[in-house]
T-cell receptor
Framework: KAGVTQTPRYLIKTRGQQVTLSCSPI?????VSWYQQTPGQGLQFLFE???????NKGNFPGRFSGRQFSNSRSEMNVSTLELGDSALYLC???????????FGPGTRLTVT | GQSLEQPSEVTAVEGAIVQINCTYQTSGFYGLSWYQQHDGGAPTFLSYNALDGLEETGRFSSFLSRSDSYGYLLLQELQMKDSASYFC???????????????FGTGTRLTVIP
């Protein structure tokens, strides 16, 4: 079974730009969660999607948004990028109601 | 909100046993997970406890006490490849939607020495 895939793996953007990251979950998994990982703040929950609906959102500004498609693939978008958005963005897929999540390799975003 | 506490660093000898503790505070606790992350890699799932007690998976075991808001990860027969960061994470489902949002601790960096 193929694992979680994320594209692109690396990205360099300029302040003020926007970015879209993509995540394809493990086949059969309908829940996709997104996390931001930085050295200072650790792993922080962004949001979770299930059946194309956002079920939960973490404490991030509205510049961070996402969506999920009918095939469970998910995208997250960050608008008006700031230097502090430089981070590793991870998505994870799982069955419903499970603490067992499978992470993709992440997208390393650098904002200059 | 949620808060989790775990030691920042632990050093242990190859072949030994190490225990990484995690205490948590959350209003909608549904379970405690453990993840391993090597430098430059993504977190990988180790274990999930929804009920009190000990879960064993090979060299790794995880324990949960819901009444004490406490859990630990036990690693036996340590190997050099076990050097990594270990994160505890609570699954918060206060609205009982089956949500899978995990709130992670800051991680424990385990260094295994020969």
């Amino acid at each position: 079974k193929a694992g979680v895939t994320q594209t692109p793996r690396y990205l360099i953007k300029t302040r003020g730009q926007q970015v879209t990251l993509s995540c394809s979950p493990i086949s059969g998994h309908r829940s996709v969660s997104w996390y931001q990982q930085t050295p200072g703040q650790g792993l922080q929950f962004l949001f979770e999607y299930f059946s194309e609906t956002q079920r939960n959102k973490g404490n991030f500004p509205g510049r961070f948004s996402g969506r999920q498609f009918s095939n469970s693939r998910s995208e997250m978008n960050v608008s008006t990028l700031e230097l502090g958005d430089s981070a590793l963005y991870l998505c994870a897929s799982s069955w419903q109601g499970s603490g067992e999540q499978y992470f993709g390799p992440g997208t390393r975003l650098t904002v200059t | 909100g949620q808060s989790l506490e775990q030691p920042s660093e632990v050093t242990a000898v190859e072949g030994a046993i190490v225990q990484i503790n995690c205490t948590y505070q959350t209003s909608g606790f549904y379970g405690l997970s453990w993840y391993q992350q090597h430098d430059g890699g993504a977190p990988t799932f180790l274990s999930y406890n929804a009920l009190d007690g000990l879960e064993e998976t090979g060299r790794f075991s995880s324990f949960l006490s819901r009444s004490d808001s406490y859990g630990y990860l036990l690693l036996q027969e340590l190997q050099m490849k076990d050097s990594a960061s270990y994160f505890c994470a609570v699954r918060d489902d206060r609205d009982q939607t089956g949500a899978n949002n995990l709130f992670f601790g800051t991680g424990t960096r385990l260094t295994v020495i020969p």
